[in-house]
């Protein structure tokens, strides 16, 4: 069990420009969850996979934000044209169907100038 | 609207003494709370739960206390110590709408804890 792995770690990017995440769970969790936490907050849900099917997204992911979970193993979320305002940590999580706790990964910290 | 709140931002404690982190809900239908610790530039860490048909539920120094009248639960840690300084959150599951079997978490904004030696 290597726990949950996200990468990159740290992304400055310019505004208007796109980004990619990655994240790798747990190899036998078939759920997936991705997170947005900005200082002061807590983490805030914004998607949710069972497997590759993608079954829930927030009303915080806007049409510039898209995720993918190919295969049902690794998810990518993409922010297209960024915005400051979408600078923040994304945390990936995982579980297992039954269990209410998730397990994180470290995080992405977007920053967006 | 937060359906999870955290009143106290921050909390600083003497090593040794008793570490208090409160949290408050005002959703009815939640029926599990975690709580969940995170150190800078890491993700949160699960650190212990409750169900709600307990009000009690204890795991070596941290005990949590869940008060349904109230809607409020706390976490005790005794005795802190100066590794126990972080961001500690309260959470609680809720079914998402498109699949029961899923659940989303609605964290608290978060107390940081500081434990001075």
């Known amino acids: 069990d290597t726990g949950v792995s996200q990468d990159p770690r740290h992304k400055i990017t310019k505004r208007g420009q796109n980004v990619t995440f990655r994240c790798d769970p747990i190899s036998e969790h078939n759920r997936l969850y991705w997170y947005r936490q900005t200082l002061g907050q807590g983490p805030e849900f914004l998607t949710y996979f069972q497997n590759e099917a993608q079954l829930e997204k927030s009303r915080l992911l806007s049409d510039r934000f898209s995720a993918e979970r190919p295969k049902g193993s690794f998810s990518t979320l993409e922010i297209q044209r960024t915005e400051q305002g979408d600078s923040a940590m994304y945390l990936c999580?995982?579980?297992?169907?039954?269990?209410?706790?998730?397990?994180f990964g470290s995080g992405t910290r977007l920053t967006v100038v | 609207d937060q359906q999870v709140k955290q009143n106290s931002p921050s909390l600083s404690v003497q090593e040794g003494r008793i570490s208090i982190l409160n949290c408050d809900y005002t959703n009815s239908m939640f029926d599990y709370f975690l709580w969940y610790k995170k150190y800078p530039a890491e993700g949160p860490t699960f650190l212990i739960s409750?169900?709600?048909?307990?009000d009690k539920n204890e795991d070596g120094r941290f005990t949590v206390f869940l008060n349904k009248s109230a809607k409020h639960l706390s976490l005790h840690i005794v005795p802190s110590q100066p590794g126990d300084s972080a961001v500690y959150f309260c959470?609680?599951?809720?079914?998402?709408?498109?699949?029961?079997?899923?659940?989303?978490?609605?964290f608290g904004g978060g107390t940081r804890l500081m434990v001075k030696p």
């Open positions: 409750i169900s709600s048909i307990k």
């Open positions: 959470a609680a599951p809720s079914s998402l709408m498109n699949n029961n079997a899923g659940n989303m978490l609605t």
């Open positions: 999580a995982s579980a297992k169907t039954g269990n209410y706790g998730y397990t």
